[in-house]
């Protein structure tokens, strides 16, 4: 199948600081790039849904200036976490979508801790 | 609103027993429904989707989840489990229409006793 990956897996930072997580589609093109948020034993909640070459599309509840999303080509999604809190302290995935409708393939997720 | 139910938040069998996983959505209209499993350290994995068709849809690592319109369900199972099937496993619906967001259940973690 289709490999996303993600850079860094996991990091540290402290409160106030901004953070950037990398996700990139290794063997195909994805049009769409989708970011997830995973807080412990819970579920994948949809953040945006970004678009190559257009602004993201975020959910209801998130705040665009807080996550920023950049998908400047067919293979690379950007997050960034701005002026980051301990609250946003999560476990970030990214997906890229396929040929298929609604087929999406995981990246194996960015752990991020806020001190 | 699309919703999707896993009932059961932990499973544990005995390896080599039967399993079945618990999925129930709520949508409009029949969802493209997808199981996917996350183990540590690793990106989530499609294990099966339906479309449409047969409702029966056989994926990999020997699951197989069966589509039933009137329960509104979509139950993973698989005859015998092996210790490496531990881990999380989500259901997931999706609207239909290409790329559109997919909708997760809670998950159910499984554990496998020896």
């Known amino acids: 199948g289709a490999v996303v990956s993600q850079h860094p897996s996991w990091v540290i930072c402290k409160s106030g600081t901004s953070v950037k997580i990398e996700c990139r589609s290794l063997?195909?093109?994805?049009?769409?790039m989708f970011w997830y948020r995973q807080f412990p034993k819970q579920s994948l909640m949809l953040m945006a849904t970004s678009n190559e070459g257009s602004k993201a599309t975020y959910e209801q509840g998130v705040e665009k200036d807080k996550f920023l999303i950049n998908h400047a080509s067919l293979t690379l999604s950007t997050l960034t976490v701005t002026s980051a809190h301990p609250e946003d302290s999560s476990f970030y995935i990214c997906?890229?979508?396929?040929?298929?409708?609604?087929?999406?393939?995981f990246g194996p997720g960015t752990r991020l801790t806020v001190l | 609103a699309q919703s999707v139910t896993q009932p059961d938040i932990h499973i544990t069998v005995s390896e080599g027993a039967s399993l079945e996983l618990r999925c129930n959505y709520s949508?409009?209209?029949?969802?493209?429904l997808f199981w996917y499993v996350q183990s540590p350290g690793q990106g989530l994995q499609l294990l099966l989707k339906y479309f449409s068709g047969d409702t029966l849809v056989q994926g990999i690592k020997g699951f197989e989840a069966e589509f039933k319109r009137s329960q509104s369900s979509f139950n993973l199972r698989k005859p015998s489990v092996h210790w490496s099937d531990a881990a999380e496993y989500f259901c997931a619906v999706g609207a239909p229409g290409g790329y559109n967001k997919l909708i997760f259940g809670a998950g159910t973690r499984l554990a496998v006793h020896p």
């Open positions: 997906s890229g979508g396929g040929s298929s409708y609604n087929e999406q393939f």
């Open positions: 063997d195909f093109q994805a049009t769409t």
């Open positions: 949508y409009g209209a029949t969802p493209y």
